[in-house]
Nanobody, 124 residues
Framework: EVQLVESGGGSAQAGGSLRLSCAAS????????MAWFRQAPGKEREGVAI???????SYADSVKGRFTISQDNAKTTLYLQMNSLKPEDTAMYYC??????????????????WGQGTQVTVSS
């Protein structure tokens, strides 16, 4: 089973930056796609960015041009660089992984593996 641990959350001013990390504590050979999701209070969990084997990436419209998803060469750590942060980016951010080829169109509940989440708070 793949275990995921997020870090890097915190507080930032609007216009600032944060970088989230997601470390896989076990072998990731079975993983095909990894993604970042977020959930604000009272809202449904939504996809932010996805990266699959081969380097294919896609982003939610709300973060395009501001956020960048990347992975280290060993494919054990997933990153989310968040620039030009907005108050509406405030949410709990979760890392997810799955052995199938998934996309931004797939709902959060189909993903197999999840981290515990890291809070991001952006003030105006």
């Amino acid at each position: 089973e793949v275990q995921l641990v997020e870090s890097g959350g915190g507080s930032a001013q609007a216009g600032g930056s944060l970088r989230l990390s997601c470390a896989a504590s076990t072998s990731t050979y079975s993983i095909y796609c990894m993604a970042w999701f977020r959930q604000a209070p009272g809202k449904e969990r939504e996809g932010v960015a996805i990266r699959c084997s081969g380097g294919r990436t896609s982003y939610a419209d709300s973060v395009k041009g501001r956020f960048t998803i990347s992975q280290d060469n060993a494919k054990t750590t997933l990153y989310l660089q968040m620039n030009s942060l907005k108050p509406e980016d405030t949410a709990m951010y979760y890392c997810a992984a799955d052995g199938r080829q998934l996309s931004m169109a797939d709902s959060w509940f189909v993903w197999d593996y999840w981290g515990q989440g890291t809070q991001v708070t952006v003030s105006s």
